[in-house]
């Protein structure tokens, strides 16, 4: 079990339906006799759901998240693992299949074709948060974690994420390698991003992609080291985000998080 902070993951949580929900806890003296905005609208889902509610001081609610900011709030939740996915099915009138150790499900893409957000080794929760809610936000059908030390989907990353992550489908790839080759067998596309000046050989500016025409894995290197050999080895198009002046030589690339929303907000698939 784990604790959820603030108004955005707890009210999605909730209303998400996707974890258990053990009970929710609000400051004394903030509920009062009638509590207002948001606060009022979680406190109202609980009881429709027969959700225990207590209210606890303070100090034991920020001891309890570490410091964090709680907003006064905190969901008593069971801990929200990655599915682990073994193949990507392709694109067939309009909808694909995963094959996940949970059985296999057909789904339907949110935009023109599917289009992963696969985190490759990225190891900061506020880094990881930022993209989910960017990948949210601009369409994707859900997120791929790989590498050994990557974070989890943890309460940090949600609330980084405004509660993005309680939405969106965290799925995970034992052998990234081997899923990602199956994919591109089944028509799917891999798309890593790197620096200008990487190892990866051709590079594109973001500005110069065309618009892609299959469904998308979208790869996410980790804060130091990148895309891994394996995964960029099975690269259909490298692409990175040119500077638009002169900038230092020790500062290369953006930052990982908002290179996500960058890239995100650029791609097109044919037919948008």
Same mark, same amino acid.
């Given at each position: 079990?784990?604790l ?7 009210k ?9 929900? $053990?009970? *929710?806890?609000?400051?004394? %003296?903030?509920?009062?006799?009638e !509590?207002r905005g948001e606060l009022s609208?979680?406190?109202?889902m609980?009881k429709g759901q027969?959700l225990p509610?207590?209210?606890?001081m303070?100090s034991?609610m920020t001891?309890?998240?570490?410091g964090a900011?709680?907003q006064g709030?905190?969901?008593?939740v069971?801990?929200l693992?990655?599915?682990?996915v073994?193949?990507l099915?392709p694109?067939v009138n309009g909808? $694909?299949? *995963?094959?996940l150790?949970? %059985?296999?499900?057909e789904?339907? !893409?949110?935009?023109k074709?599917p289009?992963?957000v696969c985190l490759?080794?990225?190891?900061d929760?506020r880094?990881m948060?930022s993209?989910?809610r960017s990948a949210?936000?601009?369409?994707a ?7 050994k ?5 943890s309460?940090i ?8 992550m309680?939405?969106?489908?965290i ?10 080759a199956?994919?591109r ?7 890593c991003?790197t620096?200008?000046?990487?190892d990866?050989g051709?590079?594109n500016?973001?500005?110069?992609i065309?618009k892609?025409?299959?469904?998308t ?5 980790s804060?130091g080291?990148?895309v891994?050999h394996?995964i960029?080895?099975?690269s259909d198009i490298n ?6 002046s002169?900038i230092?030589s ?8 908002v290179?996500?929303?960058v890239i ?5 698939f044919i037919g948008?």
């Open positions: 079990m784990e959820l902070y603030g108004y955005s993951p707890i999605a949580a909730i209303m998400q339906g996707k974890r258990e929900i $053990y009970g *929710l806890y609000c400051q004394g %003296g903030f509920m009062g006799d !509590p609208d979680i406190i109202k609980a027969l509610i207590k209210e606890v303070k034991d001891d309890a998240v570490y900011n709680h709030i905190l969901l008593k069971g801990r693992d990655a599915t682990r073994r193949d099915g694109l909808r $694909y299949t *995963l094959d150790t949970t %059985g296999v499900v789904l339907e !893409p949110r935009r074709f289009l992963l490759d080794g990225i190891q929760e880094n948060g993209i989910i949210l936000f601009f369409g059908d859900g997120i791929l974690l790989c590498g030390d990557a974070c989890r989907p309460p990353v949600s609330k980084t994420s405004s509660g993005a309680e939405c969106l489908p799925y995970k790839a034992a052998e990234p390698p081997k899923v990602l199956k994919a067998e089944n028509g799917w596309s891999v798309v991003t620096v200008k000046e990487g990866l051709e590079t500016p973001l500005d110069r065309s892609l025409n299959s469904p894995i979208l790869v996410l290197g804060e080291s990148g891994n394996a960029r080895n099975l692409v990175h985000i040119p500077a638009r002169d230092p020790y500062i290369d690339s953006l930052n990982v998080g290179a996500a929303g995100l907000s650029a791609l097109k948008e």
